[in-house]
């Protein structure tokens, strides 16, 4: 129980609590939103839930004391300097994170970050276990927590257990690299039902299943004998996330965004075509490989600006990590030779924005852009293609979308490229950009429809009805575990 002795029916666990303690530049703290798509998928779900949050607070020492924060009971889990450096710069987003994502950049294997990863995820299954109802429903989250479910079960029994990962599941080839890969399979097979993005995502998790453990696989499930000698069964499938289409719909017709979004456009000139890129400056999404195609264009002469212009909001993203680091400083340099070259006196070739911003600023962005360019290497969903998509109330706007995103699985209407083939997303930029206006509206109007269908309040309700759903577990296992 909770030092408070309440507990919740719900409980999430999330490497990040949906607010992130930050330094505000007159050196107080606040809290503030977040990043990525993992808080914004699920803040509008838990809205509608009366339940408790597990997360890290985003600064490392003693963790803040529970608070409860639009109508959700947020419990802060401690994370170390140390523990920072290892558990979440290093084994999560330095070995887990390139592993998971083709190896974009080579993975680094430390046994210490191991170590710390191991501890963190047992605080954070004892976090869990103390706030979780009698057989009440645990949903853990995203990679950087593995271990919990089987940690979870192992405390409370009674509860149910789902995990959910926001990126992609390596195939077995890449996955096999890792010298702690039965571990983490072990780790995810604690849980009753496991919720992947894509199907080829739940395949590779069943793959390493058979390949790693010899355990059986049939259909979306895989049988085995857990501790204590208790078979079981896990179900592991494709539930796609989505985004509040409702929500953005309504935020995007506000005529604060529409107004703001005009402003935009005239600030920039009020070129014939806005282009907009969206990203955490993460080296999966891409930006390094449309940054060169667009130099490219503005070489040709294919595009000129200010008749065209292009945007690229880039969110900071785990600064501290070499990678990230170095990808900053490639980035930077770019937009500094290409607005060197091309810019001229009161027009840049390139807008490059490293903040975040309001969610109306957002909108605003994309009521103004004209092709939303998404083409990252690798990416488990990108919310951010369906948050233009369900900002688009007007029918207009292209988007320009990555065949290794999952997205794409999704909205076939899209201008779809290979972002290593510069040629190719070259043209798939300027055949967006010129594409007559009824084609466009079609294609707009058939992913809306899509995404109105399948939105994130869908998405929850059918990750929810799965977890109940999952194979009971036999009467005579239970008396075992719980015996
Ligand atoms: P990831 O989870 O890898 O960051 P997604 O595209 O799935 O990628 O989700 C990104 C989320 O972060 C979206 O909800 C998007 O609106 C939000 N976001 C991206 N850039 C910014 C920014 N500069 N300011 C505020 N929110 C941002
Ligand atoms: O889903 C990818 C993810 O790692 C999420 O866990 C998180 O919402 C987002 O990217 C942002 O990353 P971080 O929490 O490392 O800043």
């Not at 000139?269 to 503005?298: C, F, M, Q, S, W």
């Not at 969610?359 to 990416?379: F, G, K, N, Q």
């Amino acid at each position: 129980m909770s030092t408070s002795g309440k507990t919740f029916d719900l409980v999430v666990a999330a490497n990040r609590l949906p607010v992130d303690r930050v330094v505000a530049s007159d050196g107080s703290k606040q809290w503030r939103r977040s990043p990525g798509g993992l808080v914004t998928a699920m803040e509008s779900v838990m809205s509608e839930h009366d339940g408790a949050w597990v997360g890290w607070s985003g600064e490392a020492g003693d963790a803040p004391e529970p608070f409860v924060e639009n109508g959700m009971y947020l419990r802060p889990v401690p994370l170390s300097e140390d523990e920072l450096q290892q558990y979440y710069e290093g084994f999560s987003n330095g070995t887990l994170w390139p592993i998971f994502h083709d190896v974009i950049v080579p993975a680094t294997f430390h046994r210490q970050w191991w170590y710390a990863y191991e501890r963190v995820n047992r605080r954070f299954a004892e976090a869990v276990a103390e706030l979780a109802a009698d057989s009440g429903t645990v949903w853990v989250h995203d990679y950087q927590l593995q271990l919990v479910p089987a940690m979870v079960r192992e405390l409370r029994p009674d509860v149910r257990i789902g995990w959910f990962n926001h990126i992609p599941f390596p195939p077995v080839e890449l996955f096999a690299q890792l010298p702690w890969r039965k571990a983490l399979v072990e780790g995810l097979l604690g849980a009753d039902f496991l919720g992947f993005q894509r199907v080829a995502d739940a395949h590779n998790f069943l793959r390493a299943c058979r390949r790693l453990h010899a355990f059986t696989t049939r259909g979306d499930t895989v049988s085995f004998t857990g501790k204590r000698g208790v078979q079981r069964v896990v179900r592991a499938s494709a539930i796609p996330i989505s985004v509040d289409f409702k929500g953005l719909d309504a935020l995007a017709r506000t005529p604060e965004v529409v107004a703001r979004a005009q402003q935009i456009r005239e600030s920039l000139g009020n070129p014939a075509t806005l282009l907009l890129g969206v990203d955490r400056l993460d080296y999966t999404k891409g930006i390094r490989h449309r940054l060169k195609a667009y130099a490219e264009l503005l070489t040709e002469g294919a595009v000129a600006p200010p008749r065209e212009v292009f945007v690229q909001v880039a969110t900071p993203s785990r600064e501290r990590v070499d990678a990230y680091r170095e990808l900053r400083a490639e980035v930077e340099g770019e937009v500094g030779r290409v607005n060197g070259e091309f810019g001229r006196i009161g027009h840049l070739a390139l807008q490059y924005l490293h903040h975040s911003y309001p969610r109306s600023e957002m909108a605003a962005l994309y009521v103004a852009a004209d092709v939303l360019l998404v083409t990252p290497l690798r990416d488990g969903m990108n919310l951010v293609a369906k948050e233009y998509v369900a900002c688009r109330h007007d029918g207009g706007g292209a988007l320009v979308l990555s065949e290794f995103t999952g997205a794409f699985h999704e909205l076939h209407q899209a201008y779809v490229c290979n972002p290593h083939d510069i040629e190719g997303l070259k043209q798939t930029i300027i055949r967006a950009l010129k594409a007559p206006e009824g084609e466009r509206r079609r294609a707009m109007k058939a992913m809306r429809r899509r995404v109105a269908d399948h939105d994130v309040q869908r998405w929850a309700s059918r990750f929810l009805e799965a977890l109940a759903a999952a194979p009971e577990r036999p009467v005579r296992q239970l008396a075992e575990v719980t015996g």
